[in-house]
């Protein structure tokens, strides 16, 4: 060290190593002595750039385990601060600002059970936490600001966060925000947008679940040049290959990458793509996955802000295609390279299909093993072994009993702290947190299992997350697509039905159905499929809010109403209004459908409803209307509506919020439930409103053996018998 001063103490910064060895490579210092080896040099991030960014703020790695690499800094040090290699002084230029914002909350009803007592960015994904995870990939590419943006107001939890934060200094500055009102991905932006955080260019990570291999500099530099070019080239996404039932379809032109279409559902059998698409040598694509990253103008910031009711960063791609030509804005498309992985956590299934990917070390170098600046403070350090077997311990507390038996395990398998591991036990892709006893026998395939978890003799798991806290009793059999809550406690000999969420106490909201075992709550979404996979169906469902059983009575004054309705009930009651004024009106002159739809389309523009709000609403309105009593009075309204009915429902979408309007209605109401079939076969058979597929769609959403599936399915089974007929004919043709 230059002066004889002693090396400071400092953290290590988990590619330190890496970064020294790149170093002395390029200089021509690597040697055999030094043992440095790469398995692919371009996936390391780059000292030079790192350095030139920070000037001489950097201290020397004293724990560099090379002597000659250390030999070399210290020969290359500044002073006792730092150090800064002459050759890249003297190349030094200042990096271009960018920011990225990255949300730190998932607001995902179904996570809720999973974060009943901590918070998203600082679940496992492996042995990394999420926000570590998301930070070690953005200090590899081109950011130099990082703004984490959380709704937690908890002074431990926000301390927390910020520590995790402030430890990456050295690579960007970090800024964590954290609003009370934020609920949605929109709500985050506006709370940065409104601070004026935002003043230039910025990477929208919408989810801090997201890990990337790639540096993105090619990614970015084509932005930057396209934004050069043309100031309205607004947003690009970045999408990596991989085909997949939730990918979106989308159309990119096949040399300017702009995007032209996009279209995002689960299992749809028709698609409205207009004939441009077709005439601007375009691609019609459905083998890229989203992976959470875009690159934003400050436009994008804006219309999160013009637009309250943008909720997530889809609105804002609707949006901008939309209305292309009045906004003269523009999106484009890059696809991350075959040799790059990403991935982003979206729902239950992503979530074990990302850790699967982490530990086969398809994210590299972001591998289970990597020291991260949480580790180092708690002189925690994660072991591999063969087979893809990931250890995570401090050298104070281990307690891995049984050690010679994790040979039996399959591959990919992460064991964190304090493990006790029984004889006998197979496990194949599961990442387990700290403090779990596991007995004898136990087979645990494609599980993430919580901290403090207890798991009896004989017992099987597939496919499923296990909260914490949780204690599962002996030959127990947990199935596929199943959540089991914090401390749960499971009795012996149990079977959970796939598709189940276990929790401990009854669950408070109204979009429940509950059955109430002995020692735990069986709990299903009532106006979804299942929780499991974040279909586009299931998001619609969750986006609207209830109006079936709402307004059936007037339980509070007028002023009490006005000061509690959101916009939605608004436009509910407007529409409402209109509708009955309508129906009183039927037997005059003045009486339109015209007029109607015109009333409609007014109060949509006043709340700035999406289409498949008014959809639903529009439908539960009508159902709610006194006429409405019977089923000869629904045919004979229909029938007279029959042209504001093709209005608003020619779009298969809009079939969706029909049915599920009907659904919703007749779950508080058992004189519509009686006759939801009749009204179901009328609708298609009589007035062509609604399509095969959506039926079929609808259906395929109801759970099994529901009073709705037992009267829908009848209908179902029709339709697939005449489509068989059909297809008979045309073979025999």
Same mark, same amino acid.
């Given at each position: ?512 159905? %509950?059955? +109430?075992? @002995? =020692? ?12 499991? !996979? /974040?279909?586009? #169906? ?58 109607? %739809?015109? +009333?409609? @389309? =007014? ?12 959809? !639903? /609403?529009?439908? #539960? ?63 298609? =058979? ?48």
């Amino acid at each position: 060290m230059a002066g004889g001063k002693r090396e400071s103490t400092t953290q290590l910064v988990p590619t330190d190593t890496l970064l020294a060895e790149q170093l002395l490579r390029k200089r021509g210092y690597a040697t055999q002595k030094c043992k440095c080896e790469f398995d692919d040099i371009d996936h390391r991030v780059s000292i030079y750039d790192r350095l030139c960014a920070l000037g001489n703020s950097i201290q020397i790695l004293h724990l560099i385990p090379h002597t000659a690499i250390r030999n070399f800094l210290r020969k290359n040090a500044l002073n006792n601060s730092g150090f800064i290699c002459g050759e890249i002084m003297a190349k030094h230029t200042k990096r271009p600002e960018l920011t990225a914002v990255v949300i730190g909350d998932n607001f995902d009803p179904r996570f809720s059970p999973f974060l009943h007592s901590s918070q998203w960015a600082m679940k496992h994904l492996g042995a990394l936490t999420a926000l570590e995870a998301c930070l070690i990939w953005l200090a590899r590419t081109p950011v130099t600001n990082v703004i984490l943006v959380v709704s937690t107001e908890d002074e431990k939890r926000f301390n927390e966060l910020s520590s995790i934060l402030h430890s990456y200094k050295t690579y960007f500055s970090g800024l964590l925000v954290s609003g009370k009102n934020i609920m949605s991905v929109g709500d985050a932006i506006r709370e940065v947008e409104q601070r004026s955080l935002i003043t230039g260019e910025f990477v929208l990570v919408h989810n801090v679940a997201t890990i990337c291999s790639s540096k993105l500099d090619e990614e970015f530099a084509a932005f930057r040049e396209r934004r050069k070019t043309d100031k309205n080239n607004c947003l690009t996404l970045l999408y990596a290959q991989a085909n997949h039932d939730m990918n979106p379809v989308i159309a990119v032109g096949r040399h300017t990458k702009k995007l032209m279409f996009y279209f995002k559902k689960e299992r749809t059998l028709e698609l409205d793509i207009k004939k441009d698409c077709y005439a601007n040598d375009t691609e019609i694509r459905r083998d890229l996955r989203d992976t959470g990253i875009a690159f934003c103008a400050p436009s994008v910031a804006a219309q999160f802000t013009d637009n309250f009711d943008f909720q997530e960063r889809d609105d804002i791609i609707r949006e901008l295609l939309v209305n292309e030509e009045i906004l003269c804005q523009h999106i484009h498309v890059e696809v991350l390279s075959d040799k790059y992985a990403a991935s982003c956590v979206t729902d239950y299934a992503s979530l074990l299909a990302t850790e699967k990917l982490l530990m086969e070390r398809w994210f590299f170098p972001i591998v289970p093993e990597l020291r991260t600046f949480s580790n180092v403070n708690r002189n925690i350090n994660t072991h591999g072994l063969r087979r893809r077997i990931y250890i995570t311990a401090s050298k104070e507390h281990v307690r891995i009993k049984q050690y010679h038996k994790i040979k039996s395990c399959y591959w990919n398998v992460c064991f964190n702290a304090s493990l006790t591991l029984g004889r006998d036990c197979a496990l194949e892709n599961v990442v387990i947190e700290e403090n779990v006893e596991i007995a004898n026998n136990v087979t645990i395939k494609d599980c993430h299992i919580g901290k403090n978890v207890v798991i009896g003799n004989s017992c099987r798991l597939s496919n499923c997350v296990i909260g914490d806290n949780a204690v599962i009793g002996n030959n127990c059999n947990v199935t596929s697509k199943t959540f089991v809550g914090e401390n749960v406690v499971i009795p012996d000999d149990t079977h959970i039905t796939e598709g189940s969420i276990i929790l401990m106490h009854r669950p408070d909201e109204d979009d429940y159905t %509950i059955g +109430e075992k @002995n =020692s735990y709550y069986e709990v299903r979404f009532k106006h979804r499929t299942g929780f499991w !996979k /974040n279909t586009h #169906l299931e998001r619609r469902r969750a986006r609207t809010v209830s109006q079936a059983g709402d307004h059936t009575g007037d339980h509070h004054s007028e002023k009490e109403e006005a000061d509690d309705e959101t916009d939605i009930m608004r436009f509910f009651n407007e529409i409402s209004e209109s509708m009955q004024q309508a129906v009183d009106n039927m037997e005059s002159e003045e009486h339109k459908t015209s007029n109607l %739809i015109l +009333e409609i @389309n =007014s109060s949509k523009l006043a709340y700035n409803m999406t289409m498949e709000d008014v959809a !639903k /609403n529009v439908f #539960l309105a009508f159902l709610k209307l006194g006429y409405c009593s019977d089923l000869d009075s629904i045919k004979s309204l229909v029938k007279e509506w029959l042209h504001v009915f093709n209005n608003y429902y020619s779009p298969h979408k809009n079939q969706i919020q029909l049915l599920l309007a009907l659904e919703e209605y007749s779950n508080a109401h058992a004189g519509i439930a009686k006759i939801a079939n009749h009204i179901v076969h009328f609708l298609y =058979s009589e007035c062509d409103v609604l399509q095969e597929e959506a039926i079929l769609e609808w259906f395929g959403t109801l759970i099994s053996g529901s009073d709705m599936y037992e009267k829908i399915k009848p209908i179902v089974d029709w339709l697939q018998e005449s489509s068989g007929e059909e297809e008979s004919d045309e073979d025999a043709d």
